[in-house]
């Protein structure tokens, strides 16, 4: 298969009118609300049968306490059924997960096929339930974005069936898991499934995916995270700054006295700063995260293409992706999910009624999952329209991550983007917290001392969120 198949295969839909799609995103969630409405979830929610969707409540979380049983049915088997010792970590979670969720297809369109785990990041790990639907649009998308990551243009990509990719992804059952396992349908991952699995912990396949490229494997997509493809691109690129990072992060101990010994090592035999395409000569970078503006212009010089930014989440899969002539912003995949959008003031509008400089949070459906109406709790912003009319995103944040200052929201992606302008590097490590004393501020902590007094700093810092917002 070459890689106008792929194009076409995966990602001709895109090529649709914002009107087109919209029609079949519409029509996908009548019939879908159609079977909804007959399932015991539908009862629970809606004690009088609804008659149109939005006559069901927007939903969080804890609307869904058969999950939470879930959650933990799969814990109990964890700990009295471990993972066989060569076992993949899909077919574990598809073997313990039948037992532990079939009886949540009562609540379900179609019945229970997958699970899935939030890392946790922003509060304790949730476990959630799909169907076979949402596995096959899930892996549509993830593959459709790695073949747009590789495009220079519509209509055609680079990517071409058995090319590789880096696996840098969290193990099955946390969603990027299941995505490499996508991938996998089409791609040969570095490391395979097979072996990342059986891998200690991340540190190990980190360490495991350096030597692979330093032998020569020609990797054709890289990307995920942004600090963590940063990492791989700085050990190659300048190895002394790369251990100087890690160093810097490590307890005193015997392996921080071997990384300083590293340092030097490499002090000693500086070399004039390497290209990275020079050991890793990729077709595409995909990169994720709020923190993802830190790192577009980095990955952007060193590889010389346009890296594509991607949204999802575990509840929902894939969401939003760059288009080929847009790839740093977001646009909606209209074939996964129906996505609204809730202003600050609670109405909820659909994709075709928004306005450009808003922030909204989302609320999906994801076809064939157990959500409907899901408030992910994430806000984004419309920054501009396509000719079509299909409406161009910015990922804001997380809710629970916005800072409220005086009357204004400052979003993380407003700080990020700030920060980037006052001429913070993707090296640079920072934080900020509202403090309340002796009147309301941000405060912003630096790892690195910058060269300016702390009056230069606010100034600067001030003008650029300015700029930002």
């Known amino acids: 298969m070459n890689g106008i198949d792929l194009w076409e295969k995966y990602c001709k839909f895109y090529e649709k009118d914002f009107s087109e799609q919209m029609e079949y995103n519409r029509k996908r969630l009548e019939r879908y609300f159609q079977k909804w409405r007959k399932t015991a979830l539908a009862k629970i929610l809606c004690p009088e049968k609804p008659n149109r969707y939005q006559d069901v409540p927007i939903t969080t979380y ?30 574990y979670y598809m073997r313990i997960g039948q037992k532990a969720g079939s009886w949540l297809s009562q609540y379900m369109v179609e019945p229970f096929y997958l699970c899935m785990k939030t890392t946790g990041t922003t509060g304790e790990s949730k476990w959630v339930a799909h169907g076979r639907t949402f596995w096959e649009n899930f892996a549509s998308a993830s593959i459709a974005t790695a073949v747009v990551a590789c495009s220079d243009g519509w209509g055609e990509t680079k990517l071409k069936e058995g090319d590789k990719a880096l696996n840098m992804n969290a193990p ?23 072996v990342a699995d059986n891998l200690k912990d991340m540190k190990e396949k980190f360490f495991l995916i350096l030597k692979a490229i330093r032998r020569g494997e020609k990797i054709a997509v890289g990307g995920g995270i942004g600090s963590l493809f940063y990492m791989i691109c700085k050990y190659f690129v300048e190895p002394e700054e790369f251990y100087a990072e890690y160093y810097r992060s490590m307890n005193l101990g015997i392996k921080k006295v071997l990384l300083y010994l590293k340092m030097l090592q490499c002090r000693l035999s500086r070399r004039e700063r390497t290209s990275i395409v020079n050991f890793m000569p990729l077709k595409g970078v995909l990169i994720a995260g709020v923190e993802a503006q830190l790192y577009i212009d980095f990955f952007r010089e060193e590889f010389n293409l346009e890296p594509l930014h991607i949204y999802g989440s575990t509840e929902a899969g894939p969401l939003m992706r760059g288009d080929p002539d847009r790839k740093t912003d977001l646009i909606p995949d209209l074939r996964t999910s129906y996505i609204e959008f809730k202003t600050e003031d609670g109405e909820v509008k659909n994709l075709d009624e928004l306005k450009k400089g808003e922030v909204y949070d989302i609320v999906v459906t994801p076809f064939g999952s157990i959500f409907f109406r899901y408030d992910m709790e994430d806000s984004v912003r419309v920054v501009d329209f396509r000719d079509d009319g299909m409406p161009i995103f910015a990922f804001e944040g997380r809710r629970k991550a916005i800072i409220r200052l005086y009357e204004y929201d400052v979003t993380p992606n407003v700080i990020t983007r700030a920060l980037s302008l006052a001429g913070l590097k993707s090296s640079d490590k920072w934080a900020v917290i509202k403090l309340l004393k002796p009147r309301e501020h941000l405060h912003f902590l630096m790892e690195k001392v910058w060269p300016y007094s702390e009056r230069e700093a606010e100034r600067i810092i001030f003008n650029a969120l300015i700029e930002a917002e």
């Open 172 to 194: 099955i059952p946390y969603v990027s898991g299941w995505g490499a396992l996508a991938s996998q349908a089409h791609l040969k991952l570095v490391p395979p499934i097979e």
């Open 62 to 91: 804890s609307d869904y306490p058969m999950l939470s049983e879930f959650g933990q049915r799969i814990s109990d088997m964890v700990r009295a059924n471990p993972k066989k010792r060569g076992e993949t970590f899909r077919d």
